[in-house]
């Protein structure tokens, strides 16, 4: 599992579509909001969490029709499913990697992106901890619907409007927290929830995308 993960993140490097496509969408996505809104401070610090997490959900989802498309191509997908290596063990060693080359330096990103929108004092702990919470959930059920769709002609939209849905919850607790913690409200309701629905997501959905991937595979 160790071989596999460190071949996905050499992948990763190698191709350049991880964290450096997915960086450079989160700076143009929060460079682009005060064009939008305005240049008001108070604006903009009211708004930079929910900014932050929409930002970071957009740009992990722009890496997710990479996530088996490769692995799909070049035939190692096949082999990977016929692998003593248990599929779902698989499954969730590539969700790890994306997390890793996308998910991780989108949380270290944002402290910095977050002074940009004028993020209060109180946020920037707030936004960090939110994000480290909850980005592994999109990575995860990112990895269930790249199984879905494997395979398919223009995959990518595809994937993309199967797996919104499914960022909803993360996005209104993740955003929550941030939002809570930079007022200086509580945040153990939000954080909960968060961190609920991560860890649910990781016991439950490599079994899930397990299942459609040997179904796709046939």
């Known amino acids: 599992m160790i071989a596999l993960l460190m071949r996905d993140l050499r992948l990763a490097l190698r191709a350049g579509g991880?964290?450096?496509?997915g960086l450079a969408f989160f700076l143009i996505v929060t460079v682009m909001?005060?064009?939008?809104v305005g240049p008001e401070a108070e604006t903009l610090a009211k708004i930079a969490p929910g900014v932050l997490w929409l930002g970071a959900l957009l740009a992990c989802l722009l890496s997710l029709d990479r996530l088996l498309a490769l692995d799909w191509e070049d035939?190692?997908?096949?082999?990977?499913?016929?692998a003593p290596l248990p599929l779902e063990g698989?499954?969730?060693i590539k969700a790890l990697a994306h997390w890793l080359t996308t998910g991780?330096?989108?949380?270290?990103?944002?402290p910095v992106l977050g002074v940009l929108l004028g993020l209060p004092a109180g946020g920037y702990l707030w936004i960090t901890l939110s994000?480290?919470?909850?980005?592994?959930?999109?990575?995860v059920v990112g990895t269930f619907g790249a199984a879905l769709t494997v395979?398919?002609?223009?995959?990518?939209?595809?994937?993309?409007?199967?797996v919104m849905p499914l960022y909803v919850p993360t996005l209104i607790f993740g955003a929550e927290v941030a939002r809570r913690g930079a007022a200086?409200?509580?945040?153990?309701?939000?954080?909960?929830?968060?961190?609920?629905?991560?860890?649910?997501?990781?016991?439950?959905?490599?079994?899930?995308?397990?299942?459609?991937l040997r179904v796709n595979l046939r």
Not at 33 to 36: C, G, H, I, K, L
Not at 151 to 162: A, C, D, N, Q, V
Not at 184 to 210: D, H, N, Q
Request: charged share 5%; aromatic share 4%; hydrophobic share 60%.
């Open 90 to 92: 698989v499954l969730s």
């Open 131 to 139: 994000l480290l919470l909850g980005t592994p959930a999109l990575s």
């Open 33 to 36: 909001v005060p064009f939008s």
């Open 18 to 21: 991880g964290f450096g496509l």
């Open 151 to 162: 395979g398919l002609k223009r995959g990518g939209l595809l994937l993309s409007l199967l």
């Open 184 to 212: 200086g409200l509580a945040v153990e309701t939000p954080m909960l929830m968060l961190g609920g629905i991560t860890l649910g997501t990781i016991a439950l959905l490599p079994f899930a995308s397990a299942a459609v």
């Open 75 to 82: 035939g190692s997908l096949d082999l990977l499913a016929t």
């Open 104 to 110: 991780l330096p989108l949380v270290l990103a944002a």
